[in-house]
């Protein structure tokens, strides 16, 4: 029993980096309608960004935290403003190969200023250490990334639904030529939308920093994958799916890593097989 | 272009080809079988996406399927490297019609990522059947053992001059069925799905099935180009099936020009080429690669045979500019 509940907990705090991740892959794909495969590279820039601070300008996890994650918002304004802008109306292939070289710019960058090699983030002096939960002992890091993902997608949801950034955002994200017409700036809207999705991403990676272990530059390419993946079964652009999307498969590789080791990835791609299968649109899409 | 000039060009080329192992370097000849095989690869891939305009991101998976299915027939059960090379594209053909049926009742942005994923399935299932397929280690002591025809005839393959054939009539073989291909009412008929799905459907053709044969006959086309990377490296590796492999039938593509039958092997070449000039100068290849691919998706959507048969059509034609 206190194995299950553990594995459980793990699964869960696996799950919050993915919804992190796949938070911003899904906003940016519901209004601007671009699959962004550098978003895992926000993810690894987030992590790389909140380390520096934290080890060579000394600062605090906090202020890492903060500050990390706001310098990969420049990549972000860069890539959309410059890059991005161009090419949404022309064909599919051309926007993912778009962003398929800022994939491999950003990992290069990252092995040029940072190494190629792993890098081990300091260890935490508060947060860290561990609780016991039913008899064994549990990482309170994990437990503040638990608390973390349902605070960010309460975040989200009021944000979209409460305020009158929120209405726009959900006006230009269903028809966009409407809220041109209207008089909402789109183009300085999607960038605003693109930014805010960079900084989720980054987010995400500045609080991996002491809960992956290892730092590197290829840590956002594994991550993209399982976001795409929580965003399909979710159901493309439905912010809802891909926060359950990410629960389940968090926790579901956390039984396959415990019980199947060496099949635990298999498992998800199984379930989304199946969801596939089941309901093509996945489980909060719209039906089209 | 006129027929008699395309055969003619395309024979020149042949020969060029034949030419090289025997004027060429070692390096050289390495490279130019590389060029093919990625050319085999982007050929057959670009009958999914430049002729019927569907995006695959897993093709890698594909191409491992060849590689590995040559490396266990020619481990378990006979290193004649034809047989080998048949049972590679049966694996691929396998594979593409089980991921395919899954994949093909979706377009656009579904296909590109369930097939993304389905690929990326494969490479987990090799990277952790380690007992079967060697894990990271990859499939390794995979023999060139002579063709031979029923013990009649035996060809050897051993050294790179004499593989270096061996990949060329694979390379023409495929060069010219895509182009057959292309010509047929099936080509047509895909060509009409990329333009519009619907109208076609209500045309009579079976949309969903001529995609599930076309995704098909490009996974073949990848199972053949992996199993002869098989031969040529003696090994096959799990990264074969990775998404970033994946991705270069769909760079190459691009690179060359999707609407034309030379683009992707125009882009396969620069594509080797354009790697080996850049490693020779840096390391950061990755960097200078993403730098020429912004520039081409920003600036010569037209792949470079498209630019420069635009190019060559105004030059003709000044007055229409």
Known sequence: MQSYVHVILAGLSNGMFIWLVASGLTLIFGVLGVLNFAHGSFYMLGAYGSFTVLKYLGAGFWTGLLLGPLAVCAAGFVVERFFLRHVYRIALPYQLLLTFAFVLIFDNLVKIVWGGGALSPPSLSFLGGSIPILGRNFPVYNLFIIAVGPAVALLLWALLEKTWYGRIIRASSSDREMAASLGVRVPALFTGVFVFGTWLGALGGGLAVPYVGLLTPGMGEAIIIEAFIVAVIGGLGSLKGAFVGALVIGVMSAFGTRFFPSFDMFLTFILMGGVLLWRPQGLFGAAR | ?321
Not at chain 2, 37 to 50: K, Q
Not at chain 2, 52 to 61: E, I, K, P, Q, Y
Not at chain 2, 92 to 112: K, P, W
Request: with cysteine; aromatic share 14%; charged share 10%.
């Open chain 2, 1 to 321: 272009m006129k027929a008699e000039a395309r055969n003619a060009a395309a024979a020149v080329v042949l020969l060029a080809l034949c030419a090289v192992p025997f004027l060429a370097g070692k390096f050289t000849v390495y490279l130019a079988m590389r060029i093919m095989l990625l050319g085999i690869f982007a050929v057959g891939y670009n009958l999914l996406l430049g002729q019927t305009g569907l995006l695959s991101f897993g093709h890698g998976a594909f191409y491992a399927a060849g590689a590995y299915g040559l490396g266990f027939f020619g481990l378990h059960v006979s290193g004649n490297p034809l047989f080998g090379v048949a049972a590679g594209v049966a694996a691929a053909i396998l594979l593409a019609i089980l991921v395919g049926y899954l994949c093909v009742r979706h377009t656009e942005i579904y296909f590109a990522m369930l097939t993304l994923a389905f690929g990326m399935m494969v490479f987990s299932l090799i990277w952790n059947a380690r007992e079967i397929t060697g894990g990271d280690d990859g499939l390794i002591g995979i023999m060139r053992s002579p063709v031979s025809f029923f013990g009649l005839l035996e060809i050897p393959i051993g050294t790179d001059r004499q593989f270096y054939f061996f990949i060329l009539f694979f390379f023409a073989l495929s060069v010219w069925a895509v182009h057959r291909i292309r010509q047929s009412p099936f080509g047509l008929a895909l060509a009409g799905i990329r333009e519009n799905a619907r109208r076609s459907e209500f045309a009579g053709v079976p949309v969903r099935r001529y995609r599930l044969a076309v995704f098909v006959l490009s996974g073949a086309f990848a199972g053949l180009a992996g199993s002869l990377e098989a031969l040529l490296e003696s090994n096959a590796r799990p990264f074969m099936a990775h998404w970033t492999h994946s991705a270069e039938p769909v760079l190459v593509s691009l690179l060359g020009g999707l609407s034309s039958l030379t683009g992707p092997l125009v882009g396969s070449a620069i594509f080797i080429a354009m790697r080996e000039i850049i490693q020779r100068f840096t390391e950061n290849w990755m960097l200078w690669f993403g730098i020429v691919l912004l520039v081409i998706i920003l600036g010569f959507r037209g792949g470079v045979v498209g630019t420069l048969s635009a190019f060559f059509r105004k030059a003709a034609a000044p007055g229409e500019g």
